[in-house]
């Protein structure tokens, strides 16, 4: 069984173009995240989401929506796709932890790619 | 800002080789996290460690949180082309709810 899903798993679109990718996780966590993964391999933080609340969300620009529809779901709508979000975007899940300890499950990532 | 600089950035050896990943910061995490990446996937939960000096095996494998938890490292004894991937370290903060990664070490093993 697929812990944490994304699709698509590829995703090639024009620039200026708006796009959605969609994650579910069946883990039961309370704590979903997207993160970015650069042409360098740099993982970076963007949203998270906990039992549908927006908890943290970095410095990403408004063109960048999240939307959790239920703690389960967490989806990513980018508008006016531009060259610079070419990149693998991996979603996450987290269950409740104390202690500071988050482990991550990561879903297989959406490669997008703007022309 | 934290930062979690990894050394080295590519790392290329052959099978039987050993072979160490730092992970530094100027940082003080309340753990520490070692995830493995292979292409095409998504990162993978290696370790965690969250004790000062606390040292973790996982059979060839072996992680250790530095006395003031603000690094680490992962040691791999006789690498196997199966440990090829991109080892990231990860951190968190006892009040912060996300993880900081590493800039990543991207491991070839070869026959």
């Known amino acids: 069984d697929t812990a944490v899903s994304q699709t698509p798993k590829y995703l090639v679109t024009q620039m200026g173009n708006d796009k959605s990718i969609k994650c579910e996780q069946n883990?039961?966590?309370?704590?979903m995240y997207w993160y970015k993964q650069d042409s360098k391999k740099f993982l970076k933080i963007m949203f998270s989401?906990?039992?549908?609340?927006?908890?943290i969300n970095e410095t990403v620009p408004n063109r960048f929506s999240p939307k959790s529809p239920d703690k389960a779901h967490l989806n990513l709508h980018i508008n006016s796709l531009e060259l610079g979000d070419s990149a693998v975007y991996f979603c996450?899940?987290?269950?409740?932890?104390?202690?500071?300890?988050?482990?991550?499950?990561f879903g297989p990532g959406t490669r997008l790619l703007v022309l | 800002t934290q930062l979690l600089e990894q050394s080295p950035q590519f790392l290329s050896i052959q099978e039987g080789e050993n072979l160490t990943v730092y992970c530094n910061s100027s940082?003080?995490?309340?753990?520490l996290q070692w995830y493995r990446q292979e292409p095409g996937e998504g990162p993978v939960l290696l370790v965690t460690?969250?004790?000062?000096?606390e040292v973790k095996k996982l059979k060839r494998l072996t992680f250790q949180f530095g006395d003031a938890r603000k690094d680490s490292s992962l040691h791999i004894t006789a690498a196997q082309p199966g440990d090829t991937g991109l080892y990231l370290c990860?951190?968190?903060?006892?009040?912060?709810?996300?993880?900081?990664f590493g800039t990543g070490t991207r491991l070839q093993v070869t026959l």
């Open positions: 996450a899940s987290s269950p409740l932890t104390s202690g500071g300890v988050l482990t991550q499950y």
């Open positions: 883990l039961g966590h309370d704590t």
């Open positions: 989401y906990n039992n549908k609340e927006l908890i």
């Open positions: 940082s003080v995490f309340s753990s």
């Open positions: 460690v969250v004790t000062g000096g």
């Open positions: 990860a951190g968190a903060t006892g009040t912060a709810s996300k993880l900081t």
